[in-house]
Nanobody, 124 residues
Framework: QLQLVESGGGLVQPGGSLRLSCAASGFTLNNYHIGWFRQAPGKEREGVGCINQYIDSTYYSNSVKGRFAISRDNAKMTVFLQMNSLKPEDTAVYYC?????????????????GGQGTQVTVSS
């Protein structure tokens, strides 16, 4: 069974940091580009960032550029989203997905979607 599971969310104060994980099973992680998405209440799902499978280049949306960083550990079959300098507007459920391409910060031609996502709440 092809599966991605997100974890690592929580409640953090503005300016704080979190590291999210996206763990893969049932397929070879480094065969795909991996994207992170988020969805806040009442808003459309937004592509946050994408990591290219071939060259490990990363792409980010303007709203998170310079604050978020994606990395991958193929041996652990896990992709990470390091989030620094968090703002209240980063509050959302975060999801990952495996796709065949990155178009900017958005993974496309999705092959495997994440599960329930992980909640990130930035609040004082």
């Amino acid at each position: 069974q092809l599966q991605l599971v997100e974890s690592g969310g929580g409640l953090v104060q503005p300016g704080g940091s979190l590291r999210l994980s996206c763990a893969a099973s049932g397929f070879t992680l480094n065969n795909y580009h991996i994207g992170w998405f988020r969805q806040a209440p009442g808003k459309e799902r937004e592509g946050v960032g994408c990591i290219n499978q071939y060259i490990d280049s990363t792409y980010y949306s303007n709203s998170v550029k310079g604050r978020f960083a994606i990395s991958r550990d193929n041996a652990k079959m896990t992709v990470f989203l390091q989030m620094n300098s968090l703002k209240p507007e980063d509050t959302a459920v975060y999801y990952c997905a495996a796709g065949r391409s990155c178009i900017g910060a958005v993974a496309t031609n999705i092959i495997v979607r994440g599960g329930q996502g992980t909640q990130v709440t930035v609040s004082s």
